[in-house]
């Protein structure tokens, strides 16, 4: 739904917020679609294929893809905060209480979502953290890339701070339950 609803809604909030100020923002729509594809739907679909294709691959793969998320997690969080210390902080003073609240809002949103189609507990924890998560990517991509403006990114750098701390919190403590789809593998793997 990203790749319709994220161009309607910042075009509607550049006309809104910026409209009335004598800035020009241009939206490019295409490449915002093309922008949002790469970073939502082609990962997905490739990790829904292979789960699909190769479901025993993909079990062998958990452990170490999860090492691995968690290893490049912690680096990316190291790697942005030592680059932009000082946005960062202006950003935090600006905007840390809001952005705050809103990472919490949109990752309870995505638990509430996954629990009313009544997902498994694993799939409502994956969608509660890529909620959080992939909104702050997304926006700092449309932010640097696509609108290339630097004010812009003040919230999305205080939102990123918070993306990290809120979603690790909830990996650590999360990702120590076992799953019962790897029970369900185990047991049907001949």
């Known amino acids: 739904m990203s790749i ?20 020009e923002i241009e939206l490019p729509i295409s490449d915002t679609v093309i922008q949002i594809m790469g970073i939502t739907v082609i990962p ?4 829904m294929f292979i789960r699909k294709h190769r479901p025993h691959f ?3 793969m958990k452990k170490p893809m999860r090492v691995a998320s968690t290893v490049i997690f912690i680096l990316v969080f190291i790697g942005v905060l030592a680059a932009n210390a000082e ?5 935090m003073k600006e905007a840390g209480l809001v952005t705050l609240a809103l990472n919490i809002t949109t990752m309870g949103i995505g638990y509430l979502t996954a629990k009313f189609f009544k997902l498994k507990m694993e799939n409502a924890i994956s969608i509660t953290i890529e909620s959080g998560i992939q ?3 997304l926006a ?3 932010v640097t890339s696509i ?3 630097v004010e812009m990114g003040i919230p999305t750098g205080a939102y990123s701070i918070w993306m990290f701390v809120t979603g690790g919190i909830l990996m650590w403590q999360l990702g120590k339950r076992p799953t019962q789809s790897d029970s ?3 047991v049907s793997k001949v």
């Open 44 to 47: 997905i679909s490739i990790g």
């Open 140 to 142: 700092f991509v449309i």
């Open 147 to 149: 609108l290339k403006n």
């Open 4 to 23: 319709l609803t994220i161009p309607l809604i910042l075009s509607f909030a550049l006309e809104y917020f910026i409209g009335r100020t004598g800035v």
């Open 184 to 186: 369900n593998y185990k």
């Open 87 to 91: 946005k960062l902080a202006e950003g």
């Open 135 to 137: 909104n702050g990517t």
């Open 58 to 60: 993909a079990l062998r």
